[in-house]
């Protein structure tokens, strides 16, 4: 048996040496050129016969930056700004890549690790007096594994992302505290379109996608004793749930130069059935520009973390980026 083994963990060398042992073939002079230029350009040396390691369409090439876009960034504004609720409810997302992408092992990405951090705030512009309610702070550190499985005809597993941590807190004091945990796992479902859509930078590269989000949370033991302190008996999960889905669907209205659109509905799951919660979101791509017109629904519980118990329903308009 050892016998064997070493024959196995041997025959690759053999077979490299024997092949370097043949006597080189002639090339004609115009090829020999050729394969000059080719050796004086900077190679993928995970590349094998001129091929790309498997990874590289989904994590670009070393000149790609590593900096890139997160969740959605949009400003919106519920009324006018002349108005006492007036408010501006801004996000900024981004991540980073923090191994460069020809990092691989046996030519895959095996540590695909990625930094983010995503603000959501409410800047309160019809109260100079209090500029802002409230504002999110979200960094995560997570792991992203393209798939692209067929499962279904067009439809495909696209990619599993591991969120080893994940954090949000509004960094406020007091009874207005509020902070928790989580370590997620997200498989991301897409219906692949049978034309190949132009804007990729915020807007989804299939006709349709699902993301299905689950999480184990922690940390948030503040928020059950407030709810205890006001005599509520529902804990901080029953509203923020156990996990999310988001569905998104992509040119579904009208053709032309305003073909570029998505729809986004985002809601929580394996939460208290009575304390629903959803979000509408609708970006049209302004062309030649880097905007998109944004329209936002709120629906329910959980809007922000000090409105986590509070129901509401309200709408946004503003624009959307992408960079």
Same mark, same amino acid.
């Given at each position: 048996?050892?016998?064997?083994?070493?024959?196995?963990?041997?025959?690759?060398?053999?077979?490299?040496?024997?092949?370097?042992?043949?006597?080189?073939?002639?090339?004609?002079?115009?090829?020999?050129?050729?394969?000059?230029?080719?050796?004086?350009?900077?190679?993928?040396?995970n590349s094998i016969a001129g091929q790309q390691p498997p990874q590289t369409a989904c994590f670009g090439n070393k000149a790609d930056s590593p900096l890139s876009a997160h969740k959605l960034n949009y400003f919106a504004l519920n009324q006018w700004p002349g108005n006492d609720n007036a408010q501006v409810k801004f996000q900024i997302s981004m991540k980073f890549r923090l191994l460069e992408p020809n990092l691989y092992v046996l030519k895959y990405n095996l540590f695909p690790a990625y930094?983010?951090?995503?603000?959501?705030?409410?800047?309160?512009?019809?109260?100079?007096?209090?500029?802002?309610?409230?504002?999110?702070?979200?960094?995560?550190?997570?792991?992203?594994?393209?798939?692209?499985?067929?499962?279904?005809?067009?439809?495909?597993?696209?990619?599993?992302?591991?969120?080893?941590?994940?954090?949000?807190?509004?960094?406020?004091?007091?009874?207005?505290?509020?902070?928790?945990?989580?370590?997620?796992?997200?498989?991301?479902?897409?219906?692949?379109?049978?034309?190949?859509?132009?804007?990729?930078?915020?807007?989804?590269?299939?006709?349709?996608?699902?993301?299905?989000?689950? /999480?184990?949370?922690?940390?948030?033991?503040?928020?059950?004793?407030?709810?205890?302190?006001?005599?509520?008996?529902?804990?901080?999960?029953?509203?923020?749930?156990?996990?999310?889905?988001?569905?998104?669907?992509?040119?579904?209205? /009208?053709?032309?130069?305003?073909?570029?659109?998505?729809?986004?509905?985002?809601?929580?799951?394996?939460?208290?059935?009575?304390?629903?919660?959803?979000?509408?979101?609708?970006?049209?791509?302004?062309?030649?520009?880097?905007?998109?017109?944004?329209?936002?629904?709120?629906?329910?519980?959980?809007?922000?973390?000090?409105?986590?118990?509070?129901?509401?329903?309200?709408?946004?308009?503003?624009?959307?980026?992408?960079?």
């Amino acid at each position: 048996m050892k016998r064997l083994i070493t024959a196995f963990i041997a025959a690759p060398f053999f077979a490299v040496s024997s092949g370097a042992s043949e006597p080189p073939a002639q090339v004609p002079a115009a090829q020999a050129v050729q394969q000059a230029d080719a050796a004086s350009q900077p190679q993928d040396v995970n590349s094998i016969a001129g091929q790309q390691p498997p990874q590289t369409a989904c994590f670009g090439n070393k000149a790609d930056s590593p900096l890139s876009a997160h969740k959605l960034n949009y400003f919106a504004l519920n009324q006018w700004p002349g108005n006492d609720n007036a408010q501006v409810k801004f996000q900024i997302s981004m991540k980073f890549r923090l191994l460069e992408p020809n990092l691989y092992v046996l030519k895959y990405n095996l540590f695909p690790a990625y930094v983010a951090y995503t603000q959501k705030s409410l800047w309160n512009v019809g109260q100079p007096s209090t500029p802002f309610e409230e504002s999110n702070y979200n960094p995560e550190f997570f792991l992203d594994y393209p798939v692209n499985a067929a499962i279904l005809g067009a439809f495909k597993l696209r990619n599993i992302v591991i969120g080893l941590l994940e954090h949000e807190s509004n960094g406020l004091a007091g009874a207005q505290s509020r902070s928790w945990n989580r370590q997620y796992v997200l498989f991301t479902l897409g219906l692949e379109s049978e034309e190949k859509l132009g804007i990729t930078d915020s807007f989804i590269s299939d006709k349709a996608l699902l993301h299905i989000k689950l /999480w184990q949370a922690s940390g948030y033991s503040e928020q059950d004793d407030y709810l205890q302190s006001i005599g509520s008996g529902a804990g901080f999960l029953d509203y923020m749930g156990r996990g999310e889905i988001r569905a998104s669907v992509r040119n579904f209205l /009208w053709g032309g130069f305003l073909k570029d659109h998505q729809l986004d509905i985002k809601m929580p799951i394996f939460r208290d059935a009575g304390k629903p919660s959803y979000e509408v979101q609708f970006r049209q791509q302004i062309p030649d520009m880097n905007f998109a017109f944004y329209l936002q629904y709120w629906y329910g519980y959980g809007e922000t973390l000090l409105r986590f118990n509070q129901f509401g329903h309200r709408g946004f308009a503003g624009l959307s980026f992408s960079y």
